[in-house]
């Protein structure tokens, strides 16, 4: 059974930092695009970031770009999400996601998810 | 990036009720297209893939169709765990985009 457990969320003053991990069970990690996806309290998805398997293609939202860091470590099966200079906008619950697919083409969906991490942005 | 609109952004539906959402794209898409249920509290769930694809363990009362920038999912017989808020994410290119949801609420 694919499992995705995020931690790292928490309460984190305007301008500050948080690393948000995600650990991957049940499935070969390294064959897997991984992702972020974000949702603001009683708002919409919002897609944040990929990563291809093996690292070679990220993306980022434009919202996120030159803030947030997204890594993998495929030894470890774990996913990261290093935020910084974080805004009030970027409170949302995080989604750890997995890939349909090992690149980064076209088809990729999220066939499976985690609970989710809170992060609040507040002075 | 591509804009993805879904409509309605709410309504109410009874059990039994035969009920479609409709998602547009502001650009082409071919069938690079996924629907997703969510719950109050819960991470969404993939029931639809490639616009037409049935997520396996999804039931068959869900059905997607479309191609290009129209795209409906249809539940054929609206059942008590159905109600729930629904979202459309184009899988085209990257930024991935999603729509602004749909929630189906009970009549």
């Known amino acids: 059974e694919v499992q995705l457990v995020e931690s790292g969320g928490g309460l984190v003053k305007p301008g500050g930092s948080l690393r948000l991990s995600c650990a991957a069970s049940g499935f070969t990690f390294s064959s897997y695009s991984m992702n972020w996806v974000r949702q603001a309290p009683g708002k919409g998805l919002e897609w944040v970031s990929s990563i291809s398997s093996s690292s070679t293609y990220i993306y980022y939202a434009d919202s996120v770009k030159g803030r947030f860091t997204i890594s993998r470590d495929n030894a470890k099966n774990s996913l990261f999400l290093q935020m910084n200079s974080l805004r009030a906008e970027d409170t949302a619950v995080y989604y750890c996601?997995?890939?349909?697919?090992?690149?980064?083409?076209?088809?990729?969906?999220?066939?499976?998810w985690g609970q989710g991490t809170l992060v609040t942005v507040s002075s | 990036a591509i804009r993805m609109t879904q409509s309605p952004s709410s309504f109410s539906a009874s059990t039994g009720d035969r009920v479609t959402i409709t998602c547009r794209a502001s650009?082409?898409?071919?069938?690079?297209l996924a629907w997703y249920q969510q719950k109050p509290g819960k991470a969404p769930k993939l029931l639809i893939y490639a616009a037409s694809t049935l997520q396996s363990g999804v039931p068959s009362r869900f059905s997607g169709s479309g191609s290009g920038t129209d795209f409906t999912l249809t539940i054929s017989s609206l059942q008590p765990d159905d109600f729930a808020t629904y979202y459309c994410?184009?899988?085209?290119?990257?930024?991935?985009?999603f729509g602004g949801g749909t929630k189906v609420e009970i009549k």
């Open positions: 996601a997995r890939g349909s697919n090992s690149g980064l083409v076209q088809g990729e969906y999220f066939p499976h």
């Open positions: 650009q082409g898409i071919s069938s690079y």
């Open positions: 994410q184009q899988a085209n290119s990257f930024p991935l985009t």
